[in-house]
């Protein structure tokens, strides 16, 4: 079955930037999105981008200002770009999939995906 994994979590300075990537392996089917959520402590999971395999993608409104969701051109990859990071952008950061569409409707519910990763820490100190 599909499995991704995320990286690039760690320790910055608020006003920091940081990429986190999340490798997808495994992955058979042509009609897909990746999705980008996170979860701070005591919070619920929290949408932030997605992507789908036409390239096509969407944003939380509170995160299009700082967060930029990329594909690599092998597509086997998701970045996250995020910049001027905040101590509230604290979180654990996950990637997820999602194999029905439309991939614009309810992009931002996370039990509309199949899969995730473990998560990757970001940690935003002030």
């Known amino acids: 079955q599909v499995q991704l994994v995320e990286s690039g979590g760690g320790p910055v300075d608020s006003g920091g930037s940081l990429r986190l990537s999340c490798m997808i392996s495994?992955?058979?089917?042509?009609?897909?999105?990746i999705a980008w959520f996170r979860q701070a402590p005591g919070q619920g999971r929290e949408a932030i981008s997605t992507?789908?395999?036409?390239?096509?993608?969407y944003y939380a409104n509170s995160m299009k200002d700082r967060f930029t969701i990329s594909r690599d051109a092998a597509k086997t990859t998701v970045n996250l770009e995020m910049e001027s990071l905040k101590p509230e952008d604290t979180a654990v950061y996950y990637c997820?999939?999602?194999?029905?569409?439309?991939?614009?409707?309810?992009?931002?519910?996370?039990?509309?995906?199949?899969?995730w990763g473990q998560g990757t820490q970001v940690t935003v100190s002030s």
């Open positions: 992507i789908t395999n036409a390239d096509i993608s």
């Open positions: 495994d992955l058979r089917a042509d009609n897909y999105a």
């Open positions: 997820a999939i999602r194999f029905q569409g439309p991939y614009g409707l309810d992009w931002d519910k996370w039990t509309k995906y199949d899969y």
